[in-house]
């Protein structure tokens, strides 16, 4: 996530030990052009995977199970999709007035296992039909885990709306808007595991720019018991904020865990 170019080997050593200290595993995010608009527009939003936040410098996210849900609960196809090398870009036309929720599903399954012919590990991915089939027959020390993913952003034209509960996986719920959040106040939000408060969860949110800091600067968060957190926002800008956790309440054959994860830009106006 740092450039170091003609540095002697000393100082290089040093700089490398610094960046390890602040990597992350890849980034997942979704990031609009504008949460806001006063009328009816169109957001540009990128997609990608990366190692410094916001920036695009890894692979592109993939976007086989994005959904985008108009205020009315109806269904958005986007418009102008591009697949570029490093992320990808499309448009959604935000005509009608309230939230728009912008995700990208992810929901499968992987597996593991020992060749009985050779003794090596292999792996496959999979969805909860197929995966099963990557899986030979004669495999040993078998190895399946379900996943369950949700990566979003929300937009508003004019007055925010109140967004319908999706009641599976992890789900952010704001107290307010997720699209009404200002620097320097304290907004309140609900994660919940299925429907359900997820309690005791870890949640980081992290300011965007990663590349011109020296320190991530994240925020540390745990739900309460009713799943509920707080976070008052030091700066204005685009937040990732994310959480994860595993279960074993799986619905996928021969699955023994299932691992969740959750992430969301928003924007923090001044």
Do not use: C
Not at 43 to 69: C, E, K, M
């Amino acid at each position: 996530m740092t450039r170091f170019i003609n540095l002697r080997v000393a100082s290089l050593a040093i700089a490398l030990s610094a960046a390890a200290s602040l990597a992350q595993a890849h980034n997942a995010w979704l990031l609009p052009s504008s949460t806001v608009f006063s009328k009816a527009d169109t957001v540009t939003v990128d997609a990608a995977v990366s190692n410094d936040l916001f920036v695009a410098n890894h692979a592109p996210l993939r976007l086989d199970g994005l959904q985008i849900t108009a205020p009315d609960g109806s269904t958005v196809k986007p418009e102008t999709e591009a697949k570029l090398k490093l992320r990808n870009v499309f448009d959604v036309s935000v005509a009608q007035a309230g939230t728009y929720r912008i995700a990208v599903i992810n929901a499968g399954a992987f597996a593991s296992w020992k060749d009985k012919a050779t003794g090596q590990t292999k792996r496959a991915r999979g969805t909860a039909e197929t995966i099963g089939k990557e899986i030979p027959a004669d495999a040993q020390d078998v190895t399946v885990t379900q996943s369950s993913g949700r990566i979003e952003t929300f937009v508003t034209v004019g007055k925010p709306s109140a967004l319908k509960p999706i009641g599976q996986g992890l789900e952010l719920i704001a107290a307010g808007s997720p699209t009404d959040l200002v620097k320097g106040e304290k907004a309140t939000f609900t994660l919940n595991l299925d429907g359900q408060p997820a309690k005791g969860l870890e949640v980081t949110v992290t300011a965007g720019n990663t590349q011109y800091r020296d320190k991530l600067e994240e925020i540390k968060l745990k739900t309460d018991d009713k799943g509920q957190f707080s976070v008052t926002w030091p700066t204005a800008g685009m937040y990732w904020l994310d959480a994860s956790t595993k279960d074993n309440k799986t619905t996928v054959p021969q699955a023994k865990e299932r691992r969740l994860n959750y992430a969301a830009t928003l924007e923090v106006m001044p």
